[in-house]
């Protein structure tokens, strides 16, 4: 998928209604972002290697030692 240079994949295809709640989401994120010290990204290049799985057990064992997970 082409890149419009904002990061998002495929926009050009989007109605400008869809593009305009593309931006608001994002910015809604953005904003909900900016207020979390701190960040944790789970990645990889492939499915099915886990990783939902080890966010909810990261998320969990946080929330066990009382942080504030979200």
């Given amino acids: 998928m082409a890149n419009n240079g904002h990061g998002h994949h495929g926009a050009a295809n989007l109605t400008p209604e869809q593009q305009k709640q593309m931006i608001e989401q994002e910015l809604r994120l953005f904003e909900h972002m900016k207020n979390i010290k701190y960040k944790i ?17 990261l998320a969990e ?3 066990k030692k009382g942080l504030l997970t979200g």
């Fill in 41 to 57: 990204a789970v990645m990889s290049g492939k499915g099915g290697v886990g990783k939902s799985t080890v966010a909810a057990n």
């Fill in 61 to 63: 064992a946080f929330q």
